[in-house]
């Protein structure tokens, strides 16, 4: 079962742009991950941010929580053509991540 | 640190067969998980081994089933495979106990029935 929701499904922006995603959950969490897929291979973790933390930078990356919501946000600055990818939330509950179905990301040139 | 490998990269099997899949974990780590990920889909969660056993599982039938080593490396295992097991399986290590570390995939086994 699918613990956590990405909205939108796709997205297409130009490059330089930012790119926003956000992600809803259910249930409550020891803390939510961002990862990203490149042409359905392995996943690289992004970043992962503690369910007492609000806010969390990485590089471009800038990731929220509002547990309150049960929702978390990545943002992605100044876009680069290699940041088309498959953006995916997972939630840690009970030691097991759960993912969300993602959002596809498309930079244009 | 050659991180997650999981072997084969890429498999074809017939509707009936079995198959069998291998990851070895990031060193350090000792808890091993397995996903299915179907084509334009999130990674569904298998089930989890930790001290070689299974200590979580999903919702997939008795069909897979899975092994852990004392190395921790780890093997899933399909039985009777059907169209709709064809998917990318991708396998996680992480450390036991540790809430807030990260899980570490490997590049994953694209298999496809036929």
């Known amino acids: 079962s699918q613990q956590g929701e990405e909205d939108p499904q796709a997205l297409s922006i130009q490059e330089g742009e930012n790119a926003t995603m956000n992600c809803s959950y259910k249930?409550?969490?020891?803390?939510l991950q961002w990862y990203r897929q490149n042409s359905g291979r392995g996943l690289v973790h992004l970043i992962l941010?503690?369910?007492?933390?609000r806010e969390k930078h990485s590089g471009r990356l800038r990731v929220t929580l509002d547990t309150s919501k049960k929702s978390s946000s990545l943002l992605i600055t100044a876009s680069r053509a290699a940041d088309t990818a498959s953006y995916f939330c997972a939630t840690d509950r009970d030691d097991k991540i759960i993912f969300g179905k993602g959002t596809r990301l498309h930079i244009l040139p | 640190d050659a991180g997650v490998t999981q072997s084969p990269t890429h498999l074809i099997k017939t509707r009936g067969q079995q198959v069998t899949l291998r990851c070895s974990p990031k060193s350090g780590h000792d808890t091993v998980s397995w996903y299915q990920q179907a084509l334009g889909q999130g990674p569904q969660f298998i089930f989890q081994?930790?001290?070689?056993?299974?200590?979580q599982r999903g919702n997939f039938p008795d069909r897979f089933s899975g092994h852990q080593f004392p190395n921790y490396s780890s093997e899933l295992n399909v039985n009777a495979l059907l169209l709709g097991d064809s998917a990318l399986y991708l396998c996680?290590?992480?450390?036991?106990?540790?809430?807030?570390?990260?899980?570490?995939f490997g590049q994953g086994t694209r298999l496809t029935v036929v």
């Open positions: 249930t409550s969490i020891n803390n």
């Open positions: 081994y930790y001290e070689e056993e299974e200590r």
């Open positions: 996680a290590s992480s450390l036991s106990g540790d809430m807030n570390t990260e899980a570490f």
């Open positions: 941010i503690r369910s007492n933390e």
